[in-house]
């Protein structure tokens, strides 16, 4: 069983940086694409970035493009989301999810483990 944990959110200011974390705790998923995804106050759950199995493929939203970066270490079983230039906007509850196939994108249903996830707070 996959179960996904997030670690690193927290509040920051506007134009400050965060580095969110994603464990594995239960079954490795090295061979699983991965994303991130958030969820703001009364808007649907939206992507944010996505990582193929091997790092080969990486996506992210146009709206984090630039700022944000995904990255994964296969034998320590993470991924982390490397945000900076933070908005206001970009506050949320971000999740870490793992698909089913090596290589995924935006679309959630290709996704099938979700991690519970962590708040992020950009203060103006």
């Known amino acids: 069983q996959v179960q996904l944990a997030e670690s690193g959110g927290g509040e920051v200011e506007v134009g400050g940086s965060l580095r969110l974390s994603c464990t594995n705790s239960?079954?490795?998923?090295?061979?699983?694409?991965m994303g991130w995804f958030r969820q703001a106050p009364g808007k649907e759950r939206e992507f944010v970035a996505a990582i193929s199995w091997n790092g080969g493929t990486i996506n992210y939203a146009d709206s984090v493009k630039g700022r944000f970066m995904i990255s994964r270490d296969r034998a320590k079983n993470t991924v982390d989301l490397q945000m900076n230039s933070l908005k206001v906007e970009d506050t949320a509850v971000y999740y870490c999810?793992?698909?089913?196939?090596?290589?995924?994108?935006?679309?959630?249903?290709?996704?099938?483990?979700w991690g519970r996830g962590t708040q992020v707070t950009v203060s103006s």
């Open positions: 239960r079954r490795t998923t090295s061979n699983n694409a």
């Open positions: 999810a793992a698909a089913r196939g090596a290589v995924s994108g935006s679309n959630q249903a290709n996704y099938n483990y």
